[in-house]
């Protein structure tokens, strides 16, 4: 197994209910020499390509549908000939962000998107938003969370469209069903295990 994970960060703004705040995201592209697949797609689709290194973009796989997750996808589609993969949840936010074109195939719980000899499994995980999901990699022992866990707790749920009860339960039904050594890779700052989240979260 060659797969690996490589990470970029890159900065610019997230809006959201007529209130717009600067932000760092994560950019995260799994895969092997060959293939992978993009993990969301903000702000700068030269520092993706970077990340992409001349590899094959399978998917451009997006964790939710706010205008810092997806705001370059539809030019990294253009750039690489590569699906936009989204839960269909997420059409009102999406259609915030581009309104002259959708994304390519639906997201569904369960899903496994395979790329580089890996399994990338989708798991639904509403709250942050409706349509969220995180990804998990068994073979690297990691997940990756976008917006849905942090390092030290579950993201915000203050705007439209979020739930504060819903993501605490997509939490305790979907990722904290992972290993406690579960690597986390967040959509915004460091990285966390399953493991210490549970006890932030429950104790
Ligand atoms: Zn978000």
Known sequence: MTVRVDHAVVSGTFSLDGETFDVDNNIWVVGDDD????????????AILAVVAGRTVKAIVCTH?????????????ERTGAPVLLHPDDRPLWELTHRDHLWDADLADGQSVKVAGA????LHTPGHAPGAVCLYVHDLGCVF?????FQGGPGATGRSF????LIVESIRQQLF????????HTGHGEDTTIGAERQALDG
């Open 35 to 46: 293939e992978c697949l993009v993990i969301d797609a903000p702000h700068d689709v030269d």
């Open 65 to 77: 549908a706010h205008d810092d997750h997806v705001r370059v996808a539809p030019e990294l589609r």
């Open 119 to 122: 399994a990338v499994t989708v």
């Open 145 to 149: 969370t976008g917006d849905t866990l």
């Open 162 to 165: 979020s739930d504060a009860g």
């Open 177 to 184: 069903a992972l290993p406690d050594d579960t690597v986390v």
